[in-house]
């Protein structure tokens, strides 16, 4: 079995070790001049890990993609649609593409199995991989849970069977436009966690995790999903890895920016997928508090500690509604 993985960041790179970990032919591929694919060729390996030496690293799109069976795609979710109008270049309808990647276009408000779908057609295989876990504890083996899912059951089924592991326990995944939108906006919730760090209100996480995750099901209803799976692992499930670990890049984002500490170059995917959000939130009338208050503070229209206050000291209002 073939498998290659688009992206050789950290998460992409971690799952061509996990491939090959599980018995896989492995390539990862990186564009050219990418910093991290001139580690990975030079030293053959990151900061988390170190790839054995049958993965082969390219920045050959065409023919990684073209000696395939499964394609994971760990990019930034606001790159995908370039990477999708590369892709069409290739001989890529008899694959089945994985998104490992987590967020909302902001340009567009689209789902990312959406902008998949518009670029490359919707007779293609295609699934997601969401849920919680970190590099940092799978390479000291400690296991944990995730989900995958797909329009097309036997999809979700056949790529569950091909990737679980003792390792990784992959569960099938039955509300693809729930699964997307949770796992997208967990990550705005952990900005807003690392936020109430940085204030020194981390008591109120619990408040935080419950309301957060009630005004997520709101908007999946909203748009078509089951509400009931804001609490899988999509979302509530991703929870601990996202609002609670040192390893979180989203808490440490929203830390780091109330204490205006953020390097220049220090991204989170739940900066633009908040702005994604609120966008969604007003086109389907759906109140959501919390993500439009992340936001704001975000843009610089709200101070972080008035938001953080108002939020979850000063409303008096029913628990739920």
Not at 46 to 72: A, M, Q, R, V
Not at 177 to 195: C, F, Q, R, T, Y
Not at 259 to 278: F, K, N, P, S
Request: proline share 1%; net charge neutral.
């Amino acid at each position: 079995m073939k498998v290659s993985i688009l992206g050789c960041g950290r998460w992409g790179t971690f799952l061509g070790w996990y491939s090959d970990k599980i018995g896989y032919d492995v390539t990862i591929w990186g564009r050219s001049g990418s910093k991290n694919l001139e580690e990975l060729k030079h030293t053959r390996k990151n900061k988390y890990l170190y790839l054995s030496e049958t993965t082969k690293l390219t920045n050959d799109l065409i023919g990684t993609i073209e000696k395939s069976d499964y394609i994971i795609i760990s990019i930034s979710s606001q790159h995908l649609r370039n990477l999708c109008e590369d892709i069409k270049r290739s001989n890529y309808k008899d694959k089945t593409f994985i998104l490992c990647m987590k967020g909302i276009e902001v340009a567009t408000g689209k789902r990312l199995t959406e902008v998949f779908r518009e670029i490359l057609g919707n007779k293609v295989n295609l699934a997601i991989w969401v849920g919680p876990g970190h590099v940092q504890s799978f390479v000291k083996r400690i296991p944990n849970c995730m989900v995958i899912d797909s329009d097309d059951k036997n999809v979700t089924d056949d790529v569950v069977k091909t990737f679980s592991s003792d390792l990784i326990r992959l569960y099938i995944g039955e509300d693809l436009i729930g699964d997307e939108l949770g796992a997208a906006a967990k990550n705005v919730i952990g900005i807003a966690a690392g936020m109430l760090d940085a204030v020194g209100y981390s008591s109120l996480k619990g408040a935080l995790m419950a309301r957060g995750a009630r005004e997520v099901s709101r908007l999946i209803k909203a748009m078509g999903g089951d509400e009931i799976t804001a609490y899988g692992l999509c979302h509530l499930g991703d929870y601990e890895a996202t609002l609670f670990s040192e390893f979180s890049n989203n808490r440490r984002y929203g830390e780091n920016f109330v204490r205006g500490t953020l390097r220049d170059d220090y991204l989170a995917e739940g900066v633009t997928t908040a702005e994604a959000i609120v966008k969604l939130s007003d086109d389907y009338n759906v109140e959501m508090p919390i993500i439009k208050g992340v936001n704001a503070v975000l843009k610089g229209e709200l101070s972080p500690h008035k938001m953080l206050k108002d939020m979850f000291l000063r409303s008096v209002k029913k628990e739920f509604y």
